[in-house]
Nanobody, 120 residues
């Protein structure tokens, strides 16, 4: 049993910043990749950024120069620093973690989602 709890969403004006946090807890042997995905109404869920346990990152082209993903392994927490926000960034943001819960058993977990709204 693993839970991902997200925080940090909200309403911000275009050009502003937000930082999202996602903390994993429960029966965890190790956490491999953690990431953020987002879904706007009527759209599919898209990758925003991922970070491996070793710190290697991957970003969607639309956010690459504006967002920064990081993690604190001691806290089992991943962050998404979002700068220069645009209205098109408006979406529900979901935390994802690929977790080894025991030998040979790897599961993708999802957070509950946090709303980010960027006004023009």
């Amino acid at each position: 049993q693993v839970q991902l709890v997200e925080s940090g969403g909200g309403l911000v004006q275009a050009g502003g910043s937000l930082r999202l946090s996602c903390a994993a807890s429960g029966s965890i042997f190790s956490i491999n990749t953690m990431g953020w995905y987002r879904q706007a109404p009527g759209k599919q869920r898209d990758l925003v950024a991922t970070i491996t346990s070793g710190g290697s990152t991957n970003y969607a082209d639309s956010v690459k120069d504006r967002f920064t993903i990081s993690r604190d392994n001691a806290k089992n927490t991943v962050y998404l620093q979002m700068n220069s926000l645009r209205p098109e960034d408006t979406a529900v943001y979901y935390c994802n973690a690929r977790i080894t819960v025991r030998a040979g058993y790897i599961v993708d977990y999802w957070g509950q989602g946090t709303q980010v709204t960027v006004s023009s």
